[in-house]
């Protein structure tokens, strides 16, 4: 079944999707080109978790419909910022978080919202503590401390009712973080290079890795094939 153009959001993660590891998550000029042309015709948003900051230094040249930045808890779309938590995460909640870190003397930094934990990824136990005041999220190694009830998947159902958009929904991952960008999502696309589990629950693996698989899908869609490949109902 074809589906037309504004039918069509594609949400798509940053680090090992759009941009490779070995380029240290340069994007390059060929995704670059691509995702500003799908743009014009369609909804493009990026979902990582990283901050607005080391976007502008990783991915210059890029024109995506919206950003939505640390993992979801904020949103950059016509020249606006939306921050999708309440009050008390910046006056009670990030402050403990951060209270019980230096306690752990663990590394971290802090975006706007989020804050990043170093090489936490695996010893997660030692967080147990800061649930009670936010949500820990794991990216391979490193964990994300955000607050309660926001995730990628949270940050592209707000961008949805931001725009009105009512089509469907293709999310792009590769990690562990991106489960929640693919439970809001009407078709689910792993990169070639995701992680195992990633592959398992996605609609379609992409021939290429990275941004190159990110590019094959958008010349399915942007040709007009993509809905035949997979049953959109
Ligand atoms: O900040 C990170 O860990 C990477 O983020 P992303 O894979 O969600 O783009
Ligand atoms: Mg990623």
Redesign the pocket.
């Known amino acids: 079944m074809d589906i037309d153009s504004n039918e069509i959001l594609v949400a798509s ?5 759009l941009a490779n590891e070995e380029n240290n998550f340069v994007i390059s000029p060929i995704v670059t080109q691509k995702v500003n042309e799908f743009s014009k015709k369609y909804k493009f948003v990026v979902v ?3 901050e607005k900051k080391f976007m502008d230094k990783l991915a210059v040249g890029l024109r995506p419909t919206a950003w939505i930045l640390e ?1 979801g808890s904020l949103i950059l779309f016509d020249n606006k910022e939306f921050v999708l938590c309440e009050k008390s995460w910046f006056e009670r909640d990030r402050k403990k978080i951060i209270e019980i870190l230096d306690s752990l003397k663990a590394r971290y930094s802090i975006g706007k919202v989020i804050i ?1 934990v170093d090489g936490y990824g695996s010893k997660l136990n030692m967080l147990k503590e800061i649930e009670k005041y936010g949500r820990i999220e794991v ?2 190694n ?1 964990a ?1 401390i955000l607050p309660k009830g926001v995730d990628k998947g949270i940050g592209v159902l707000k961008f949805k009712e931001l725009t009105g958009f009512k089509g469907k929904i293709v999310a792009l991952g ?2 562990e ?1 991106d489960y929640a960008l693919f439970r809001v999502a009407d078709i689910k696309v792993a990169v070639a290079n995701a992680i195992p589990q990633i592959k398992e629950i996605a609609d379609i693996v992409t021939k290429n890795p990275n941004g190159l698989g990110v590019v094959e899908i958008l010349d399915k869609i942007l040709s007009g094939n993509f809905g035949k490949e997979i049953d959109i109902h």
């Not at 993660?13 to 999707?17: H, K, L, N």
């Open positions: 993660d940053y680090d090992r999707t990582t978790g990283r993992n990043y990216n391979r490193d994300m590769d990690s973080n």
